[in-house]
């Protein structure tokens, strides 16, 4: 199996997918002379013209309405924020016209759309451009959203996406970029809503997407030296969640640790919280924790930053606090 | 000769039924309007209901002038829009009333109204938030080739939103076809358009994007629509947009549960404007150029007069979602 990059897998994804359907175009801020902000739209000006790979100005409002336009005439865009930071401009958009053309026309308009981009905090690129939006995004009914890991889920969620018939949130994690993996050549599609057991333990669960996976694993392998085997459980889709999944293995762990890079307050791990008090108390051995980042706008300073975000250190604490090992 | 005069007998007969059909529709919106304020004070309509009241010859003439398969989207003061996009009267009211029967099955309400049959592509609630919309139709007609055109309906308010100036830009820079009508009825809610904004000419904002603009009388159909063909025409042969700003007057209050007038505008300013009354003038021309008597006049009222109470009854005896429906169209297959 050839070994690809993230960015590598998304690109071959597009690729695949607008040579598969003529309805698929591709729009945003610097997607075609300048091959994509991140390079993941390296090449596909030259393969499929200025009219299926569209450069925007600055206005994300406005072109995400437009892909939206042309989703309700049929068409399946592909929109391109350069990071989740600046799709805040089109919220409304989102929000508003996407996620409810369906509910709202009566079921007459579907909305075949994609919004994608980079989600999450990067290096020191201090409070704008260093936020996780998943909770914003995920809490809206006609919404999909999903946020691969792995350069294989990357591509197979964004097929997937592509082929919805649904508004589907694409997160990239923008320090995964360069992550490299093994990608399946050709057709290779992961559903909508399944998450996926990255490593198998049996001591603690550890509960994770995007970027954060692979802070999970780092601390799976910290655990493991410790004796403490660790279920490392990647949601990939945050909604629809995979319920039964995350169900399934804290029966089996009966502990459990939730990770994201957003913010505490109303989290995605808060929404798994309630799932695993409400369907999986009296597996429970100790109360289930969150490590989120640091409830603060994010800081400039390396260190100061550092000290904000999810890490290995902080997870293996939280996973021996589970287990009552500290 | 006869060869040579038979033409433009045919076209005078068409102008004439056009004419008709033009009167019959705005009789149509007035009575529908009347009624629904009605059945709105009897609590059979909830939520917020904007009349159009004032305004019919702003959709009556623009709509006019375009084919069945182009696009037409609008605001949340879109009655009059869907009725004359051929949605029928019951199915507009029983959507009003929240009825199954209702062209969006009783889950869209007065401010969103659908009907992909027909091309009209919804009311929209969050001003200005579709225009964008209206450009993205019109991408999705250049995309394909096609000759359609988009009309997109919105108030004057909504040109002071974002939005609007990143879709006249955008659609200039593509050449997208669509038609932007600003219905200028000069108060967004209670606030009056020169309160805020710095130009009130809408028009003017066109040569910002290098874009034709017109300003129409929006109390006359016929210029309405004539105005609204030489934009169709930039449209489906150039692909070029055209800003419209069609000067017209609300004589309601901005939803059901405003006042007519008090702390932002005049009874006076009011009754003033009502001496424009878009039906009284084309009816007048009707009966000048000899098309309509006064009793032909009363016999078109009289018809949609019919035609509305059978569509009071119809959403008045329509059954209410199933209460499943709470939970369908959330998400496609």
Same mark, same amino acid.
């Given at each position: %199996?050839?070994?690809?990059?993230?960015?590598?897998?998304? /690109?071959?994804?597009?690729?695949?997918?607008?040579?598969?359907?003529? /309805?698929?175009?591709? %729009?945003g801020e610097e997607v075609g002379i300048y091959q994509g902000a991140y390079k993941v739209s390296r090449g596909l000006l030259e393969e499929f013209g200025p009219q299926r790979v569209v450069d925007t100005p600055i206005a994300e409002l406005g072109f995400a309405g437009i892909g939206i336009g042309a989703a309700m005439a049929g068409l399946r865009p592909v929109i391109e924020f350069m990071t989740w930071n600046f799709a805040v401009l089109a919220l409304d958009q989102i929000v508003n016209s996407a996620a409810k053309m369906l509910y709202m026309s009566g079921g007459q308009i579907p909305m075949p759309i994609v919004f994608r981009g980079p989600n999450g905090a990067a290096l020191q690129l201090s409070s704008q451009h260093s936020q996780a939006w998943e909770t914003w995004l995920?809490?809206?009914?006609?919404?999909k959203v999903?946020?691969?890991?792995?350069?294989?889920?990357?591509?197979?969620?964004?097929?997937?996406?592509?082929?919805? /018939? /649904?508004?589907?949130?694409?997160?990239?994690?923008? %320090?995964?970029y360069n992550t490299k993996g093994e990608v399946p050549e050709g057709e290779y599609v992961v559903s909508i809503g399944k998450a996926d057991l990255k490593r198998e333990g049996g001591d603690v669960t550890l509960i994770c997407h995007s970027k954060?996976?692979?802070?999970?694993?780092?601390?799976?392998?910290?655990?493991?030296?410790?004796?403490?085997?660790?279920?490392?459980?990647?949601?990939?889709?945050?909604?629809?969640?995979?319920?039964?999944?995350?169900?399934?293995?804290?029966t089996k762990t009966n502990r459990a640790v939730v990770v994201e890079e957003g913010w505490p307050h109303c989290g995605v791990?808060?929404?798994?919280?309630?799932?695993?008090?409400?369907?999986?108390?009296?597996q429970l051995d100790a109360p289930v924790l969150r490590i989120t980042q640091a409830d603060t706008p994010m800081p400039y300073n390396k260190q100061l930053e550092r000290a904000a975000k999810p890490s290995p250190e902080k997870i293996v604490a939280a996973a021996r606090r589970v287990l009552y090992l500290e | 000769m006869a060869t040579a005069t038979a033409p433009p007998q045919s076209a005078d007969l068409a102008r004439t039924d056009l004419h008709r059909q033009m009167l019959r529709q705005m009789l149509l919106i007035r009575r529908f309007e009347e009624r629904a304020a009605e059945a709105y004070a009897l609590g059979k309509i909830g #939520?917020?209901?904007?009349?159009?009241?004032?305004?019919?010859?702003? $959709?009556?003439?623009?709509? @006019?002038? +375009?084919?069945? !398969?182009?696009?037409?989207? &609008?605001?949340?003061?879109?009655?009059?829009? &869907? +009725?004359?996009?051929?949605?029928?009267?019951? $199915?507009?009211?029983?959507?009003?009333? #929240?009825?199954a029967t209702g062209c969006s099955r009783g889950k869209g309400g007065s401010m969103h109204l659908f009907d992909v049959e027909k091309r009209f592509m919804g009311g929209h609630g969050i001003v200005g938030g579709h225009i964008p919309l209206a450009a993205g139709l019109a991408f999705a007609v250049k995309y394909r080739g096609g000759d359609q055109v988009c009309l997109c309906f919105f108030g004057e308010a909504a040109v002071n939103i974002g939005a609007f100036h990143e879709s006249l830009n955008m659609s200039a820079v593509w050449k997208l076809p669509v038609i932007y009508l600003c219905e200028n009825n000069r108060y967004g809610m209670g606030t009056a358009f020169e309160r805020v904004a710095a130009i009130t000419d809408v028009a003017e904002h066109a040569c910002s994007y290098d874009m034709q603009a017109e300003t129409v009388n929006g109390m006359d159909a016929l210029a309405v629509y004539e105005a609204t063909q030489r934009a169709v025409q930039r449209a489906r042969q150039g692909g070029r947009p055209t800003l419209l700003e069609v000067r017209t007057y609300r004589f309601m209050g901005h939803s059901m549960s405003d006042p007519l007038h008090g702390v932002y505008r005049t009874k006076e300013e009011v009754e003033e404007q009502k001496k424009r009354d878009p039906i009284t003038? +084309?009816?007048?021309? +009707?009966? !000048?150029?000899?098309?309509?008597?006064?009793? #032909?006049?009363? @016999?078109?009222?009289?018809?949609?007069? @019919?035609e509305v109470d059978a569509a009071v009854?119809?959403?008045?005896?329509?059954?209410?979602?199933?209460?499943?429906? *709470?939970?369908?169209?959330? *998400?496609?297959?």
């Open positions: %199996m050839p070994t690809l990059t993230y960015r590598d897998a998304l /690109n071959q994804a597009l690729r695949e997918e607008m040579q598969r359907d003529s /309805n698929v175009f591709l %729009m995920a809490h809206i009914p006609g919404l999903v946020a691969p890991a792995t350069p294989a889920d990357a591509k197979g969620l964004l097929k997937s996406a592509i082929r919805d /018939n /649904n508004p589907v949130i694409v997160l990239e994690g923008e %320090m995964l954060t996976v692979t802070v999970a694993l780092k601390a799976a392998d910290t655990l493991q030296e410790q004796g403490v085997a660790a279920d490392v459980l990647d949601l990939r889709s945050l909604r629809p969640l995979d319920e039964a999944a995350i169900l399934a293995s804290v791990g808060a929404q798994v919280v309630d799932l695993i008090q409400r369907d999986a108390f009296d | #939520g917020f209901c904007h009349l159009y009241i004032g305004q019919e010859a702003v $959709a009556v003439g623009s709509m @006019a002038a +375009l084919r069945s !398969d182009d696009y037409v989207i &609008a605001s949340y003061r879109e009655h009059g829009q &869907a +009725l004359v996009r051929g949605i029928a009267a019951n $199915a507009v009211m029983a959507e009003l009333f #929240g009825k003038q +084309l009816a007048h021309k +009707l009966k !000048d150029d000899g098309v309509l008597s006064q009793e #032909g006049v009363d @016999a078109i009222d009289a018809e949609v007069r @019919a009854r119809f959403a008045d005896e329509s059954p209410d979602p199933a209460p499943e429906e *709470l939970y369908t169209h959330v *998400l496609a297959d």
